[in-house]
Every structure is written in structure tokens, then in C-alpha cells.
């Protein structure tokens, strides 16, 4: 099953704010949205937001989500260094009838 | 305290079958889509089978298509997924993972390793 595509890493400065992306087509990221999970080493995934920018409550308002057509993207605001880890992001895919994944980001906080 | 728990992993030949266990408290199990997720050493995440809330429907994964079948018990709040044929490509930590909004809600984890 075709997935969605993240990059596979994305480096910024402490403070910054940084930008991933996840593309997917209109069955899944440009149909019902996406939601993104943040993954520590070690760890099960945690939920950060849900069909765009619905975040879950105890998440930081730091973390905000949108999409624009067939591409998501996930926004993180004055970066800290427990932000670096790995970050995924899924959807349903109406066409598959299955939930897909993006490959995962590795951000870097410089 | 809503919280979900795996248990079953372990390590099994290729060809042979396993049994994962999710227990589900604080919350029942049966009103919710529940989701197996799975993530081979070092790889991402990959979705494995879901089971509707309310009744047995399932889907799954092309991967693990007419080997893998998910089940719930309703009366013990327990979710299974019964993997049969196993192969390397199995060999991952598979998660139980709640659908409220997306993937909500998720256990620790059991390690399942297909060797022989």
C-alpha cells in the first residue's frame, strides 16, 4: 500500500520554528486530513494533532497543523530541544480502505 | 485511567503462529475502532488492522492480508490479533493503538521476532 512521503529529515536552530510536510493525493491527505504523531527513541507514538489542526488536550499550542490540497504540514513554533525526535504523519485512505503513514521526519534542533 | 496493554510477543519460527493480547481499561473497548500498528526494528510505523467499533468488521494491511485476523472479546474488554504464516518481514514492536481522534490512545508495545 502506497504511503504518504515525509522528508526524511529536517535540521533548524533552537528557537526557530520549523515546517514538515507530508504529501499524500485526494484519497487520503486531500480527503479526511491528516493527523501527526511525535515518536521519542523507545517509545509509543503520542498524538499531536488530528484531521488538520485539532490538537489533543495537554499538547502545546507550540504545535499546529494545516493542509493546503494533498499536502499537510505540521508547524513547530519556538523549537526546544525535546522537540528533536522523529515525527509521523497518517491518514485514512478512502481507496485502500486502509490508514497509511508517512515514512517519518527526523528533525534536528540545532 | 484509560490505558491499553499488549502482552504475547515473543520469538517464533517462520511459518509458525502467535497471539497478541490487548487490555484495555478505563474505557470499553467495543466503542471505539482499535487499531494494530506495527514497527520493524529501526523502520517507521506501519498500520496492521483495525476492527470497527460496535461489530467485527475489519480491514488490513495488503502485507498481512489473509495471515493476520483481528477479534475482540467484548465481555473481557480485550482485543486479539491472531497472526498465522508468520515471516521475517514480521519481525517488529506492535502496538494497539485507540481511534477517538486518530490514534489517541496507545500501549507500550510487544516485541514479536520471526527467526528460526
Known amino acids: 500500500q502506497a504511503g504518504l512521503t515525509q522528508p526524511p529529515s529536517v535540521s533548524k536552530g533552537l528557537g526557530q520554528t520549523a515546517t514538515l510536510t507530508c504529501t499524500g493525493n485526494g484519497n487520503n491527505v486531500g480527503n479526511e486530513g491528516a493527523a501527526w504523531l511525535q515518536q521519542h527513541q523507545g517509545h509509543p507514538p503520542k498524538l499531536l494533532s488530528y484531521?488538520?489542526?485539532n490538537r489533543p488536550s495537554g499538547i502545546s499550542e507550540r504545535f499546529s497543523a494545516s493542509r493546503s490540497g494533498n499536502i499537510a504540514s505540521l508547524t513547530i513554533a519556538g523549537l526546544q530541544p525535546e522537540d528533536e525526535t522523529d515525527y509521523y504523519c497518517?491518514?485514512?485512505?478512502?481507496?485502500?480502505?486502509?490508514?497509511?503513514f508517512g515514512g517519518g521526519t527526523k528533525l534536528t534542533v540545532l | 485511567q484509560v490505558q491499553l496493554v499488549e502482552s504475547g510477543g515473543g520469538v517464533v519460527q517462520p511459518g509458525r503462529s502467535l497471539r497478541l493480547t490487548c487490555a484495555a481499561s478505563?474505557?470499553?473497548?467495543?466503542?471505539?475502532?482499535i487499531h494494530w500498528v506495527r514497527q520493524a526494528p529501526g523502520k517507521g510505523l506501519e498500520w496492521v488492522a483495525l476492527i470497527f467499533y460496535g461489530g467485527s468488521d475489519a480491514y488490513y494491511a495488503d502485507s498481512v492480508k489473509g495471515r493476520f485476523t483481528i477479534s475482540r472479546d467484548n465481555s473481557d474488554n480485550t482485543l486479539y490479533l491472531q497472526m498465522n504464516s508468520l515471516r521475517a518481514e514480521d519481525t517488529a514492536m506492535y502496538y494497539c493503538t485507540k481511534e477517538e481522534d486518530a490514534f489517541d490512545i496507545w500501549g507500550q508495545g510487544t516485541v514479536v521476532t520471526v527467526s528460526s
Open positions: 484531521r488538520n489542526n
Open positions: 497518517s491518514a485514512w485512505d478512502s481507496s485502500l480502505s486502509a490508514w497509511v
Open positions: 478505563g474505557f470499553t473497548l467495543r466503542t471505539y475502532n
